[in-house]
């Protein structure tokens, strides 16, 4: 241990003096301006703090899932936000969590990328900096976990938007090897594997957002792949707090101090110099106090944009007595503790939203079955949801929740792109076809059957469940065999399905007019017959009659007769 941490009364103004003599070194290595810096030596006695700092290498605007040609041009241009970022650790100790969004995007648009991305992809990969990837748009790891993932959510696909006339032909896949992503030709055509292709030196690292995790993610963590989660001071309860590496649960952990990092992002924002000496001075002197043997610093997801003093500030606490900055695998190397998770779940809120769009999500996925193809409808589905649980949300008005409630409405309109459309009333013979027609405003063709029900016993479906295939952009009338079993007003429920029997859209309802073709001559026989019994009767009564009255004449006749003999 220094002999600074034995004198606490000295600590403040040696601090003091250390940002000083920062400073200077800083002005004079041009860090103040911007311009790239090597980091200065540690000018610390022996026994410094060993402090790492992790930082985000992402972008606000990933709502999309991926990102346009405009985009990037405007980021990577001189002074764009992915340019600022760059410049600011470059060859630097920092290490940078890359979010794979940013190179698959670059590496898509093949020879139509602008020229500025490119350079910025083959410079970063040219970078002596240790990295690890984050999730793709650096998206909510425990909030998908938490609301019932049973992995930690990735892309499924990118070959559904890979335009092979960017391309050349397919070759092995490309790494961020110097001026391999700057080609004076076109790119050899890529696929998921190459597009994702990157020489991380640090494995699989998860970096949930701060104060976000609960015990039962850990397990879910490490069993989608991931060997070290980044947990903030605050999630966790250590047993020595001077190691930054820890064993939490028997997981491994890369514990950040939440307060420092905090001082970390004021610096770097800091807009003058006499602030930012302020800043770095208290930055130095909770370091210093904290006495550990090793400290991870985070840099915030949402601070990048007005980091302009992140360089120096990092420049400047390597030549601050009793700090070094170092890599993180040497930080790590530096010892570990063990410690015990601190569980701050997600709103219950934010869990609900969550949960109501990995339920859209499945819905799509079973909903996309009746396409040729379903990966273009389940990969962009899955890009969507990721890029909806980024945290650069909060940036915007509606913030993280308007942007899952969006999702899910998205999803309930992909679902009615195939749909029925309504029939006015129909009129339906003796026996024939009932038509429904199909709409698919989808991009590529759909296989549904047509499920048909009639709510009397006026009219019996003969097929139910009749299969109909329907063009990109199109519609089409499905013909549903039907006899009549008697006149009337028929009811019937309408719907689609997948052939394994899952519904597709929303049922409808549609009124028949059923004439049956037999019944109206068989009631004409039925009258002319019921007309003949009534009037054979009726003249059968009048025979009688008639006879009746003959008889009684004939007997008057007789008794007169017999009077006069």
């Known amino acids: 241990m220094s002999a600074k941490r034995n004198s606490p009364g000295l600590r403040a103004p040696i601090v003091r003096l250390g940002v000083v003599l920062a400073t200077v070194v800083c002005t004079a290595l041009g860090a103040l301006s911007g311009a790239p810096v090597a980091a200065a030596p540690s000018a610390g006695p022996s026994g410094p703090t060993q402090v790492a700092i992790i930082m985000p290498m992402t972008v606000p605007d990933a709502r999309n899932g991926l990102l346009s040609a405009s985009t990037l041009a405007a980021y990577t241009a001189p002074n764009g936000l992915l340019t600022r970022e760059l410049d600011a650790v470059v060859n630097t100790q920092a290490v940078l ?5 940013i190179i698959a995007s670059i590496r898509l648009l093949g020879t139509a990328a602008p020229a500025s991305a490119t350079e910025w992809l083959a410079r970063l990969g040219a970078a002596t900096n240790e990295t690890f990837a984050l999730t793709w748009a650096d998206s909510d790891i425990t909030a998908a976990v938490q609301a019932g993932s049973p992995t930690v959510l990735a892309p499924t696909s990118l070959e559904f938007v890979i335009d092979p006339a960017l391309f050349g032909p397919a070759e092995p896949a490309a790494t961020n090897a110097p001026g391999g992503d700057a080609p004076s030709t076109a790119p050899p055509l890529p696929d998921t594997e190459s597009l994702l292709a990157w020489d991380y030196t640090l494995g699989d690292v998860a970096w949930p957002i701060a104060g976000t995790v609960v015990a039962s993610d850990l397990p879910v963590i490490t069993a989608s792949g991931f060997t070290t989660t980044v947990l903030g001071s605050g999630n966790v ?49 909770t370091i210093d106090a904290s006495g550990a043997t090793s400290m991870v ?40 503790s063990t410690a015990t998770l ?18 859209a999500e499945a819905a799509d996925a079973a909903f996309a079955q009746i396409a040729v193809d379903p990966t273009p409808i389940t990969a962009e589905r899955r890009l969507s949801l990721l890029s909806s649980l980024a945290p650069t949300w909060d940036r915007y008005p509606t913030g993280a929740d308007g942007a899952l409630v969006a999702f899910t409405d998205d999803s309930l309109a992909l679902r009615d792109s195939v749909q029925i459309l309504s029939e006015s009333d129909i009129i339906f013979p003796d026996r024939g076809f009932l038509p429904v027609t199909v709409s698919n405003t989808l991009d590529q063709p759909v296989t549904v059957y047509v499920v048909v029900t009639a709510l009397s016993p006026l009219l019996d479906i003969e097929n139910g469940w009749v299969e109909t295939t329907i063009e990109p952009n199109s519609q089409r009338r499905a013909l549903i065999p039907a006899v009549a079993r008697s006149n009337g007003i028929v009811t019937l429920s309408v719907g689609l399905a997948s052939a394994a029997g899952v519904p597709v859209g929303t049922p409808v309802t549609v009124t028949a007019n059923v004439q049956a073709g037999w019944e109206t001559p068989l009631t004409i026989g039925l009258g002319i017959i019921i007309f003949l019994v009534f009037a054979g009767g009726i003249y059968r009564t009048i025979l009688r009659r008639r006879k009746a009255r003959v008889a009684d004449t004939d007997g008057a006749t007789a008794e007169r007769r017999g009077a006069e003999a």
């Open 97 to 101: 969590g890359i979010d794979p969004l």
């Open 237 to 285: 309860q250590r047993d020595n707090a001077g190691f930054a590496a820890a064993s939490v649960d028997d997981e491994a952990a890369i514990v950040t101090d939440d307060a420092a990092s905090q001082l970390l992002a004021t610096a770097s924002a800091a807009t003058t110099l006499t602030t930012w000496q302020d800043d770095l001075a208290a930055l130095g002197a």
């Open 297 to 336: 610093l985070a840099v915030d997801r949402g601070a990048i944009g007005g980091a302009a003093r992140l360089r120096s500030t990092i420049t400047a606490l390597d030549v601050i007595d009793g700090i070094t900055v170092s890599s993180l695998s040497d930080t790590l190397a530096a010892g570990s």
């Open 342 to 359: 601190v569980e701050t779940p997600h709103s219950p809120e934010r869990i609900a939203l969550t949960a109501a769009a990995l339920a």
